[in-house]
């Protein structure tokens, strides 16, 4: 059996360790999860913020630079184009060479085509000049001839499209500034490929992500340490909580050595003291009749009358004794009637006037509740009878919608509850309303006592399988 005892207690430990984790463990992972999913949202959109920020800022220093180049192409070529009648086709040759010269950096250079869809300049596509591109687009098939023409013609403007880079020959996003010469028919106009600014948007796209893992990863490493300390602390206090256990748990057994060790020597007290005296004054009053007898004396019958007199008492000091240890009237009455014999016995053998008051109420109180608060009267009582100095005595026993209460007050001298604690009465008290989830209440102070405890809802039976009980 202790063998079991031990297991069971390992099993429930593991358990109540289980559940402590779990009851720390969990909250603390939802937050950090809430935490990360909260970080991870607000630094992704503040980075989209700088990332797009970033971009534009970009774009347009490279749309800054094409109006510079064309600026210079204008400047380039503002003399002959300005002084030229719109069939000039010398003057119209010699822009032309102007601006095929004009390149570049390793991809850069002017173009012009006539309003017509012609291409006039194109001095690193050669392969286009002097051919009609007009329904020229692109691989998302965006148009690129018909909207630089269209952009010439409304003054100028910025176009973006697919276009061929040179150095690779393979296609890239390009923004293209076009103006337009309308003496000339002509869509003059530069473009910059911006695939670097998309590699440099891209490059910081990636340390985002990797700065968000980055913290992924701090966080994971915070909600570990915490959950360790979570099971360091559990188990410490796991520990600490058997240890403490372990001390009560040796308390109890103590004060339940103690207790029966007081009942019994209560017991014993009571057995010498009163039915042992008791019967050994029977004994002499039968021999003392047995002796008159054999004389023929008249006076035997007063003998015997004496000896049935002491055994009448020692029936009745037994009867007393049985009552104290376990009243039958409990359990064949109920606790009002139990209560109704206590106090009646409190009464004639102490002298205190005793007030028992019962709100009429069925017989609803389980065994374990109806002992209790037997025990507690009971207890009251002895205590009222050996400290209190007490010449009257309350005792109410009633329902109500939180369970049951029992109150005895008294007028006595009273005591410093937090100094009587350590006795027996008290703990025993206190330990048997604890056990039914109860609560013990004392009061005290010069002018008397009221201890009051209360059982809750879950003591009290069913009403169809309660028995009425009266005082």
Do not use: C
């Not at 499209?161 to 150095?167: A, I, L, S």
């Amino acid at each position: 059996m202790p063998d079991r005892i031990r297991i069971d207690d390992n099993h429930l430990t593991r358990r109540y360790r289980q559940k402590f984790f779990l009851m720390a463990a969990v909250p603390l992972l939802l937050a950090m999860g809430a935490i990360a999913a909260i970080v991870t949202v607000q630094s992704r959109a503040l980075a989209e913020r700088e990332i797009v920020s970033l971009e534009e800022q970009l774009l347009e220093a490279k749309k800054e630079e094409l109006r510079n180049y064309i600026s210079i192409a204008r400047t380039a070529i503002g003399a002959r184009y300005g002084n030229a009648l719109p069939d000039d086709e010398d003057a119209k040759r010699e822009v032309m060479q102007t601006l095929a010269a004009m390149i570049y950096g390793q991809d850069g250079y002017f173009f012009v085509f006539d309003y017509d869809g012609k291409n006039l300049v194109a001095p690193r596509q050669t392969q286009l000049i002097n051919q009609n591109w007009l329904g020229l687009t692109d691989t998302n098939d965006v148009p690129i001839t018909s909207e630089f023409i269209r952009v010439a013609r409304s003054g100028g403007g910025y176009h973006s499209h697919q276009w061929f880079k040179p150095t690779t020959g393979e296609q890239a996003e390009m923004v293209t500034y076009v103006i337009g010469l309308q003496d000339w028919r002509w869509a003059l106009g530069t473009g910059i490929f911006i695939d670097d600014i998309r590699t440099t948007v891209a490059a910081a796209r990636a340390g985002v992500e990797d700065r968000i893992q980055s913290t992924f990863v701090y966080i994971g490493a915070i909600t570990a340490l915490a959950l360790l300390a979570v099971f360091v602390a559990g188990l410490w206090v796991n520990i600490r909580e058997r240890s403490l256990a372990d001390a009560r748990l040796k308390q109890l057994t103590q004060r339940i050595i103690d207790t029966q060790e007081e009942e019994r020597g209560r017991v014993a007290r009571e057995l010498h003291d009163g039915i042992s005296q008791i019967l050994v004054s029977a004994r002499y009053a039968f021999d003392l009749t047995q002796r008159r007898m054999k004389l023929g004396d008249t006076r035997a019958s007063e003998s015997l009358e004496k000896g049935i007199a002491n055994l009448t008492t020692a029936i009745q000091e037994v009867r007393r004794i049985s009552r104290d240890l376990r009243p039958g009237t409990l359990d064949d009455l109920g606790l009002g009637p139990a209560l109704k014999t206590l106090t009646d016995e409190f009464t004639e053998r102490t002298g205190i006037e005793t007030d028992l008051e019962t709100v009429v109420f069925r017989n609803r109180l389980d065994d374990d509740a109806k002992t209790a608060l037997f025990r507690v009267a009971q207890e009251a009582l002895t205590n009222i009878e050996r400290h209190s100095g007490a010449s009257e005595v309350k005792v109410r026993i009633f329902g109500h919608k939180k369970g049951a209460t029992l109150r005895v007050q008294d007028n006595g001298t009273g005591f410093q509850p937090d100094s009587a604690r350590g006795g027996l009465g008290l703990r025993n008290m206190e330990e048997r309303i604890a056990q039914l989830d109860g609560t013990l209440r004392i009061l005290s102070s010069p002018s008397g006592t009221n201890i009051e405890a209360e059982v809750p809802l879950s003591h009290l039976l069913r009403p169809d399988s309660a028995v009425k009980e009266s005082a």
